[in-house]
Structures are given as structure tokens and as C-alpha cells.
């Protein structure tokens, strides 16, 4: 089956700054890469999204990145705020859909002040 | 529009007890899925459903069984809890082509 592995696990930025956090899939036929923002005693609640036909995409301060050749790809959080403190999570899934996915273990970031 | 609801939140059993955690939608959405989540291991799916009357297992389904009778809603059953099922548990729904949302989730202790 598919395996998700997530870099780094925790990830401590200076706010305004620019976080990378990376992930790898060992499955080629995943097609569906969601990332997801989990807060304290919440569930995840996804904050971008990229499809394999796609190389990138961006939503204001957030982007993601694939690579399909290499298997991996990475979520980029430009000018870091407070409030972009969480874990998050990247997941890869086969079936192009959300309702079977693969999840990597997660980073948490902590945006300093 | 409430979205994804589970009940209870939080649950404590005694090793071998039996129960039910529900899980409804709102959103119409065919699709439907329990994780769990234990520390440094990420969300795990357990089962899931593409539609009524449909299920299949996930990577992690033993000791669980669902079924799906209706489109909105989607219990897991623990027919005999065990000290390794203590986990936070989540469901997730979503459409095809679409995003998933997750519930609140379940914290559940096994003792």
C-alpha cells in the first residue's frame, strides 16, 4: 500500500518568515494530494490541495508544490503569522478522491514572535 | 449547516465493552471514512464508505465494523474494546472530487 513520509516533524519560524514542509509518497498511481491544518482539540481542516496534473498551486500565502518524477511534494507558508501555529498534515491517495487517504505524521510549526 | 458530527466526544470503556461511535453529515456527500489518530503516527483509516449500502476496509480495521444505511450516517461499532484502541478517533465525508471534512472527533480511553 501506499506510504507517506513527512519532513521535519517539528518546525520552529520567526513570524514573516517562509516554512517548507516536505513529504514523499512511495505509491507512483497516487493521484490526490491534500494538506491539512489540525488546531488543538480540533479536527484537520484542509488548506490547499493539488491534483497530479498539476505542477503547483497557490492560494495567497500558502502553495504547493509536486513532483512526480521524484515522488515527493512540499507546502510552502509565506510571511509566517501567529496564528499559522499547528500541525499539519500532508496525505496522498490513489483513487483521486478524499475518501481513501494516506497520511503522513505530521509537523508541527511553531511561528514565534 | 452543522457539517460532520460526532457523538460522544469524549468516551471512557472498560477492556471488553462494546460501543457505538456515530458519526452524521449534513452535506449529502457520498463518501465517508473513520481514522484514528495516536501520537507521532498520523491518521490511519480504519473503513470506509463510497456510498449506502457499500464498505470497505481501510489499513487499520480490526477490531471495528461499520455499516452505512443511510447516506448520512456512518457509526463504528468496537464489539469488545481493547487497551490498544484508545485513540482519537475521526470521521471524514466528502464528494467526489471534492474535499474532506472531518468531525470534532471522539477521544476515546480504554481502561
Known amino acids: 500500500g501506499e506510504n507517506v513520509e513527512q519532513h521535519p516533524s517539528t518546525l520552529s519560524v520567526q513570524e514573516g518568515d517562509s516554512a517548507v514542509i516536505k513529504c514523499t509518497y512511495s505509491?507512483?498511481?497516487?493521484?490526490?494530494f491534500p494538506w491539512y491544518k489540525q488546531e488543538l482539540g480540533k479536527g484537520p481542516q484542509l488548506i490547499i490541495d493539488?491534483?497530479?496534473?498539476?505542477g503547483e498551486k497557490k492560494d495567497q500565502r500558502i502553495a504547493v508544490t509536486l513532483n512526480k518524477t521524484a515522488k515527493h511534494f512540499s507546502l510552502h507558508i509565506t510571511e509566517t503569522q501567529p496564528e499559522d501555529s499547528a500541525v499539519y498534515f500532508c496525505?496522498?491517495?490513489?483513487?483521486?478522491?478524499?475518501?481513501?487517504?494516506?497520511f503522513g505524521t505530521g509537523t508541527r510549526l511553531q511561528v514565534t514572535l | 449547516n452543522a457539517g460532520v458530527t460526532q457523538t460522544p466526544k469524549f468516551q471512557v470503556l472498560k477492556t471488553g465493552q462494546s460501543m457505538t461511535l456515530q458519526c452524521a453529515q449534513d452535506?449529502?456527500?457520498?463518501?465517508m471514512s473513520w481514522y484514528r489518530q495516536d501520537p507521532g503516527m498520523g491518521l490511519r483509516l480504519i473503513h470506509y464508505?463510497?456510498?449506502?449500502?457499500?464498505?470497505d476496509q481501510g489499513e487499520v480495521p480490526n477490531g471495528y465494523n461499520v455499516s452505512r444505511s443511510t447516506t448520512e450516517d456512518f457509526p463504528l461499532r468496537l464489539l469488545s474494546a481493547a487497551p490498544s484502541q484508545t485513540s482519537v478517533y475521526f470521521c471524514?465525508?466528502?464528494?467526489?472530487?471534492?474535499?474532506?471534512?472531518f468531525g470534532q472527533g471522539t477521544r476515546l480511553t480504554v481502561v
Open positions: 471524514a465525508s466528502s464528494y467526489m472530487g471534492g474535499e474532506a471534512f
Open positions: 505509491d507512483s498511481a497516487s493521484n490526490y
Open positions: 493539488i491534483r497530479s496534473n498539476v
Open positions: 496525505a496522498a491517495s490513489f483513487t483521486g478522491t478524499a475518501s481513501k487517504l494516506t
Open positions: 452535506m449529502n456527500h457520498e463518501y
Open positions: 464508505s463510497v456510498g449506502a449500502g457499500i464498505t
